[in-house]
């Protein structure tokens, strides 16, 4: 399997809009490619490597994304960090920090108070937020 053949797979998946996450493209080329998981996992690594933000995400597409999972859970009643973070690496194929990181800032800008909860965890394991 060559990076092309990977990164060509990568580009199927994410044609809907949304990028693979990690996981899904490892299983995507094991699947179609039949390598072993460690081969899989080293073109994932190849491919992400060095990429803190998707080319084709800038700034205000973010923010507009962003604002997009924001409204859709203010008008369910609440708003969850943990769903918002879980929503921003769907949707931009983000590591978990980036993710927690971009939903951090755009939070503390949009609302302080609820910027102030901790996400971690603790939180996870105890169950505060819904899954």
Excluded at 105 to 117: F, H, I, T, W
Aim: proline share 3%.
């Amino acid at each position: 399997m060559r990076r092309e053949d990977a990164e060509r797979v990568a580009n199927e998946m994410s044609a809907n809009g949304n990028r693979p996450g990690k996981l899904d493209l490892i299983k995507e080329l094991r699947s179609r490619f039949g390598v072993d998981l460690k081969e899989a996992h080293d073109m994932v690594e190849t491919i992400y490597r060095g990429r803190q933000m998707p080319p084709q995400l800038v700034d205000s597409d973010v923010e507009t994304m962003l604002s997009g999972i924001y409204a859709e859970q203010s008008a369910s009643g609440k708003v969850n960090l943990i769903e918002m973070i879980k929503t921003t690496r769907q949707r931009t194929g983000l590591g978990l920090k980036e993710s927690k990181d971009l939903v951090e800032a755009y939070v503390k800008k949009r609302n302080p108070e609820l910027a102030n909860q901790r996400v971690g965890c603790l939180g996870g394991l105890l169950g505060i937020g819904r899954f």
